[in-house]
């Protein structure tokens, strides 16, 4: 067997992962919901500058995450192989370079909120791991290095040793997977879960124009877009739950889940989209929600004067802060407990989130909530606002064509368009439609339950044979006409008119 650097890489990479088994299996196994791993991608996500994430996620989509731990992962393999390599003249300096990265790891434990000093444990079982491991694997190549006569039985050792500690990983992993059922829990929780008062919805009559692509009026849950910053997601039994409400109030309250679903139920149907959607974009849904208002439990908790926002917090750390007069007005804003006639679904929320009609989700939509402090905007920051987000962010209103889609071959002569339009909390007055840049038509605009909702309209026009480009544009109930203006979504959402191209045949 040879000296080479590759032997003494792999040894290194393969310790890699066994450390990084062993400390996923104590995660798992202790349902810490951070593994280290997991722990580092957060942080990576929260210091992130708000214009470079708007960026990643506008090119590779909700595949950042994942991208995002392959890359750590990939980084780490990298770092044990390095490892590998500076054991071949050092004991030292494999060591150095495993204490550099469990000092790592555990920072970004520490810094989750409301970590714990055992949360830290995973990270001092993968060192202790790497530690072993390299000094097992390596102990062959150097006895084949002072040995050269063997050479042969030194490499079956390595051989064996390096198969055996590499399945060992695997299923190390494995049974920490089996044994951290917390999301299994929370999961049987929830499809055990009765909640008095909550309908299943049906679509209101009139709501679907009928026609044939349009994105459907309810959004079912699972189709429903998702937006986060957790890696993993949160997972809450409603029996832990509790919400503290503090700050500039009267009296504190900490309501538990009981406490909350005991109160009188809300029920209506409220379109959510994203301050990161594109014109024309599909992070927007339309679901029928279930909860208790918010402004009727502001009332009980007395409100300071000079208070004009709440710092809503998530289970996972991350916060926003939202428009106090807009908890406490004349819109539905709940504390929502159910979503479709369901329980939510964790990855939505599960037990209790915000929903606020009108507003992006950014500033108001916080999902696995429990703490809302009545503050000022002067006095706190939020996560994305520190990113150059703007502090308060009404939704402005927004039109798509659905029906056809950009790109495709239509017949020419009549051509069915159509599409969805929204202007939350306000309501949509019209929609209208222009062919390549002609005069306005006016469409047909289905019924609505509300002005939370969005609205399929439809039109039929007609295309000479040639390539045609289609715009659509709103205008909402107080008449304010959707601006032509292409604007990108930092700070406060995008604007501009969808415009298709389409190929009459």
């Known amino acids: 067997m040879d000296d080479s650097r590759g032997r003494w890489a792999a040894a290194g990479a393969v310790t890699m992962v066994a450390g990084l088994a062993t400390s996923y299996a104590t995660a798992m196994a202790l349902t810490i919901r951070e593994s280290p791993v997991v722990a580092v991608a957060e942080l990576i996500i929260r210091i992130t500058p708000g214009p470079l994430a708007e960026r990643i996620i506008r090119f590779v989509g909700q595949l950042d995450k994942p991208l995002l731990i392959f890359g750590i992962i990939v980084f780490l393999l990298a770092m044990g192989a390095l490892a590998g390599i500076l054991g071949r003249n050092s004991v030292i300096r494999p060591i150095l370079v495993w204490l550099v990265l469990a000092a790592l790891g555990a920072g970004a434990v520490m810094v989750q909120p409301g ?13 202790v791991t790497w530690v072993t491991v390299l000094s097992a694997l390596v102990g062959p190549l150097i006895t084949a290095r002072h040995h050269p006569e063997l050479e042969s039985r030194e490499r079956r050792v390595f051989l064996m040793v390096a198969g055996v500690l590499g399945l060992a990983a695997v299923g190390i992993a494995g049974a920490g997977r089996i044994v951290g059922s917390g999301r299994r829990h929370v999961a ?11 309908t299943r919805p049906l679509a209101p009559a009139g709501t679907a124009i009928g026609l044939t692509g349009i994105g459907s009026w309810q959004t079912p849950n699972d189709d429903f877009y998702l937006i986060h910053t957790a890696i993993s997601v949160p997972t809450v039994e409603p029996k832990d739950w509790t919400l503290r409400i503090h700050g500039l109030v009267d009296r504190e309250l900490t309501l538990t889940y009981n406490d909350l679903v005991a109160r009188e139920l809300t029920e209506s149907w409220i379109t959510l989209n994203c301050v990161s959607n594109e014109v024309g974009g599909g992070l927007v849904g339309n679901a029928w929600w279930s909860g208790i208002r918010i402004a009727d439990i502001l009332a009980e908790v007395g409100l300071d004067p000079s208070a004009d926002c709440i710092l809503q917090t998530s289970e996972d750390g991350w916060n926003c802060a939202t428009p106090l007069s807009t908890l406490t007005d004349e819109r539905n804003a709940m504390l929502a407990v159910a979503m479709n006639g369901k329980p939510l679904p964790i990855e939505h929320g599960f037990p209790v989130r915000t929903i606020v009609p009108g507003l992006y989700g950014y500033v108001s939509a916080t999902k696995w909530v429990v703490d809302y402090e009545v503050t000022r905007f002067s006095d706190v920051v939020a996560f994305w606002t520190q990113r150059g987000w703007s502090e308060e962010g009404p939704v402005k209103i927004a039109s798509r064509i659905d029906v056809p889609r950009s790109g495709a071959d239509v017949t020419s002569g009549e051509v069915d368009v159509g599409g969805l339009a929204w202007a939350q909390h306000t309501g ?38 040639g390539e045609h480009e289609l715009r659509v544009r709103a205008t909402d109930k107080d008449g304010l006409e959707q601006t032509g203006v292409r604007r990108d979504v930092v700070p406060d959402g995008s604007t501009g008119w969808h415009t298709i191209q389409v190929n009459a045949t």
Do not use: N
């Not at 049987?188 to 909550?198: C, K, Q, W």
């Not at 306005?440 to 399929?456: C, I």
């Open 428 to 465: 949509i007055d019209s929609v209208e439609v222009a062919i390549d840049g002609g005069e306005w038509m006016g469409a047909q605009l289905a019924e609505t339950p509300s002005d939370d909702t969005w609205v399929q309209w439809a039109i039929t026009v007609t295309l000479d044979e």
């Open 115 to 127: 970590a714990r000093i055992v949360d830290v444990l995973p990270v001092v079982v993968g060192f």
């Open 188 to 198: 049987e929780s929830r499809r055990l879960l009765r909640l008095d008062g909550v």
